[in-house]
């Protein structure tokens, strides 16, 4: 018998053949670290929260709901005051060689989460050098009265007031469960900045090793409740320059290519190796105004640099048409879009004469600050500047450009040091108050995510009172008027709406871009 034609069917059926493959995928920067509730940019939450950590509740960018996660069900008083959450049972903790955990998840782990973010009598609370950016600036020490332990295995939150948004805003990954355990471990040993380096969550992966400016290496999660991770190791290559990332994929050193730019589609098409995925994103490109930095703090100074501004121009060259003009905070497909908001036109001459009306006839000089690597939010930052720096120039703001690396630019955007801020935002669960709590409030300005560095009573009481209830229309009225006022004011010079691009290689499977911009490597494998 002749078993030659057998061979490649032997080889094909063999353990070897079938093992599955690492995951390395190309990211565009730095984690700023891995204690996800000190930070608020998407890379950090990408490389924490979405691989290393679980929320109580989790939303679904398919249904548009929310989920069930490590909390199994939820009750709603009539009053809307208290939450009452069942916890997932079995869950465990990662163990690893600097914690090896005695307990399952429990209550403890929950109330030790938000006290520590809340309470400034906890002996946790300052040691986050950063603060707690996104928990101040969605106001929860205000909101939330108590945490409270049922059992080992219910929990309770007990609201000073109601707020519809409260259940999705958990689902954020600021809001991700931690281990009192392994906290009460590091707070003896007199280490609580391990936090940081060494974390610990409930998620699909668990963190090996960290290198700045080069990779963050993860292994699977043996005990991840939700399943077996079908990975046997996740990487990410922190690539800055999107080009590189594209060859990369090309060469097949990374599987997955976040942050494309439209540039690097095009060239990629043809190329019977590699997908492109997509997805509108829920995102804002932008850049924020300083009104607390003169001349920037008079409304007739912002106005110009808007009317200034050739927004098509900078579209074309640096979107190349992918992305959607953008007129206020958030996308015109979400509800409660204020459609009677006109966008600033380019008008030069009105521009100068707002100047001179607010008492710069002859302009002045100022900064303009922007990251050196691409993003999907600014795919191209030094033609962008560039172009922001002509225009102003036409109307005499001489605006000097500073590039600065991206865990810098968001450290010092945050502490109020920039004038002129290219930045974006990106929502987490399609609510309106996802993009004007943190970006508008009064509480975000002292947070730092509020980078117009803008307080107003009369818009902090309409994003506040938006919240407290539950109707829709209601919330939409007051969201209508708050885009008005912010339009208005020139708070942001809105850039665009960008889809959302990931490249990928065709022996990836189960991975789908995320219009948030959030990932999920716990079913995805490479074949």
Same mark, same amino acid.
């Given at each position: 018998?002749?078993?030659?034609?057998?061979?490649?069917?032997?080889? *094909?059926?063999?353990?070897?053949?079938?093992?599955?493959?690492p995951?390395?995928?190309?990211?565009?920067?730095?984690?700023?670290?891995?204690?996800?509730?000190? /930070?608020?940019?998407?890379v950090?939450?990408?490389?924490?929260a #979405?691989?290393?950590?679980?929320?109580?509740?989790?939303?679904?960018?398919?249904?548009?709901?929310?989920?069930?996660?490590?909390?199994?069900?939820?009750?709603?008083?009539?009053?809307?005051?208290?939450?009452?959450? $069942?916890?997932?049972?079995?869950?465990?903790?990662?163990?690893?060689?600097?914690? @090896?955990?005695?307990?399952?998840?429990?209550?403890?782990?929950?109330v030790?989460?938000?006290?520590r973010? *809340?309470?400034? %009598?906890?002996?946790?609370?300052?040691?986050?050098?950063?603060? /707690?950016?996104?928990?101040?600036?969605?106001?929860?020490?205000?909101?939330?009265?108590?945490?409270?332990?049922?059992?080992?295995?219910?929990?309770?939150?007990?609201?000073? /007031?109601?707020?519809?948004?409260?259940?999705?805003?958990l689902?954020?990954?600021?809001?991700?469960?931690?281990?009192a355990?392994?906290?009460?471990?590091?707070?003896?040993?007199?280490?609580?900045?391990?936090?940081?380096?060494?974390?610990?969550g409930?998620?699909?992966?668990?963190?090996?090793?960290?290198?700045?400016? +080069?990779?963050?290496?993860?292994?699977?999660?043996?005990?991840?409740?939700?399943?077996?991770?079908?990975?046997?190791?996740?990487?990410?290559a922190?690539?800055?320059?999107?080009?590189?990332?594209?060859?990369?994929?090309?060469?097949g050193?990374?599987?997955?290519?976040?942050?494309?730019?439209?540039?690097?589609?095009?060239?990629?098409?043809?190329?019977?190796?590699? $997908?492109?995925?997509?997805?509108?994103?829920f995102?804002?490109?932008?850049?924020?105004?300083?009104?607390?930095?003169?001349?920037?703090?008079?409304?007739?100074?912002?106005?110009a640099?808007?009317?200034?501004? #050739?927004?098509?121009?900078?579209? @074309?060259?640096v979107?190349?048409?992918?992305?959607?003009?953008?007129?206020?905070?958030?996308?015109?497909?979400?509800?409660?879009?204020?459609?009677?908001?006109?966008?600033?036109?380019?008008?030069?001459?009105?521009?100068?004469?707002?100047?001179?009306?607010?008492?710069?006839?002859n302009?002045?000089?100022?900064?303009?600050?922007?990251?050196?690597?691409g +993003?999907?939010?600014?795919?191209?930052?030094?033609?962008?500047?560039?172009?922001?720096?002509?225009?102003?120039?036409?109307?005499?703001?001489?605006?000097?450009?500073?590039?600065?690396e991206?865990? %810098?630019l968001?450290?010092?955007?945050?502490?109020?040091?920039?004038?002129?801020?290219?930045?974006?935002?990106?929502?987490?669960?399609?609510?309106?108050?996802?993009?004007?709590?943190?970006?508008?409030?009064?509480?975000?300005?002292?947070?730092?995510?509020?980078f117009?560095?803008?307080?107003?009573? @009369?818009?902090?009481?309409?994003? +506040?009172?938006?919240?407290?209830?539950? #109707?829709?229309?209601? $919330? +939409?009225?007051?969201?209508?008027?708050?885009?008005?006022?912010?339009?208005?004011?020139? *708070?942001?010079?809105?850039?665009?709406?960008?889809?959302?691009?990931?490249?990928?290689?065709?022996?990836?499977?189960?991975?789908?871009?995320?219009?948030?911009? $959030?990932?999920?490597?716990?079913?995805?494998?490479?074949?």
């Amino acid at each position: 018998m002749n078993l030659r034609p057998l061979l490649p069917v032997l080889l *094909l059926a063999s353990p070897l053949a079938l093992a599955a493959k690492p995951l390395t995928v190309c990211t565009d920067a730095n984690p700023e670290g891995f204690d996800v509730v000190q /930070y608020n940019s998407l890379v950090t939450t990408n490389a924490s929260a #979405d691989v290393l950590m679980n929320r109580l509740v989790e939303y679904d960018a398919v249904s548009h709901k929310l989920q069930p996660g490590l909390a199994t069900s939820w009750q709603v008083s009539a009053d809307g005051l208290s939450y009452t959450f $069942r916890l997932r049972p079995g869950v465990a903790f990662h163990s690893t060689d600097y914690f @090896k955990p005695t307990r399952k998840l429990n209550a403890d782990d929950v109330v030790f989460t938000f006290q520590r973010m *809340l309470n400034p %009598e906890h002996p946790w609370y300052k040691t986050a050098a950063n603060g /707690y950016p996104h928990a101040q600036s969605m106001q929860l020490p205000k909101l939330i009265k108590a945490v409270s332990k049922l059992d080992d295995n219910t929990v309770r939150f007990e609201l000073n /007031y109601p707020e519809s948004t409260f259940l999705s805003t958990l689902s954020m990954g600021f809001a991700s469960i931690y281990s009192a355990e392994y906290a009460a471990q590091l707070q003896a040993a007199g280490k609580q900045a391990e936090l940081n380096s060494k974390p610990i969550g409930t998620g699909p992966f668990i963190l090996r090793s960290f290198q700045k400016d +080069s990779v963050v290496r993860y292994q699977p999660n043996p005990a991840y409740w939700g399943g077996k991770v079908k990975l046997p190791a996740l990487v990410y290559a922190i690539t800055p320059d999107a080009t590189v990332r594209v060859q990369k994929l090309k060469a097949g050193e990374c599987q997955l290519a976040l942050s494309a730019k439209p540039q690097d589609v095009l060239a990629v098409q043809g190329d019977s190796k590699i $997908r492109v995925l997509s997805t509108p994103a829920f995102m804002t490109a932008f850049v924020a105004i300083n009104s607390q930095h003169k001349p920037f703090d008079n409304v007739l100074v912002r106005q110009a640099v808007n009317l200034a501004f #050739d927004k098509n121009t900078y579209l @074309k060259t640096v979107f190349d048409g992918t992305a959607t003009a953008a007129t206020l905070p958030y996308p015109p497909n979400t509800w409660s879009y204020n459609k009677s908001v006109k966008p600033y036109p380019q008008d030069l001459a009105r521009a100068k004469k707002l100047l001179a009306q607010a008492g710069y006839p002859n302009g002045f000089d100022t900064t303009l600050w922007v990251r050196p690597s691409g +993003s999907t939010l600014n795919p191209n930052p030094k033609a962008g500047a560039e172009l922001l720096q002509a225009d102003l120039a036409k109307v005499g703001i001489r605006a000097q450009i500073k590039v600065i690396e991206w865990g %810098e630019l968001i450290k010092r955007g945050k502490a109020g040091e920039h004038d002129l801020l290219f930045m974006g935002w990106a929502g987490d669960n399609g609510d309106p108050d996802n993009f004007l709590t943190p970006q508008f409030s009064c509480a975000a300005v002292q947070s730092g995510t509020n980078f117009a560095r803008y307080c107003d009573p @009369k818009l902090d009481k309409l994003i +506040s009172d938006g919240k407290k209830t539950s #109707d829709f229309a209601q $919330r +939409s009225k007051l969201y209508l008027q708050a885009q008005k006022l912010i339009s208005d004011q020139a *708070l942001w010079l809105p850039l665009a709406h960008p889809t959302a691009y990931v490249l990928e290689r065709k022996e990836v499977a189960g991975f789908a871009a995320n219009p948030f911009g $959030r990932v999920n490597f716990a079913t995805v494998n490479v074949q």
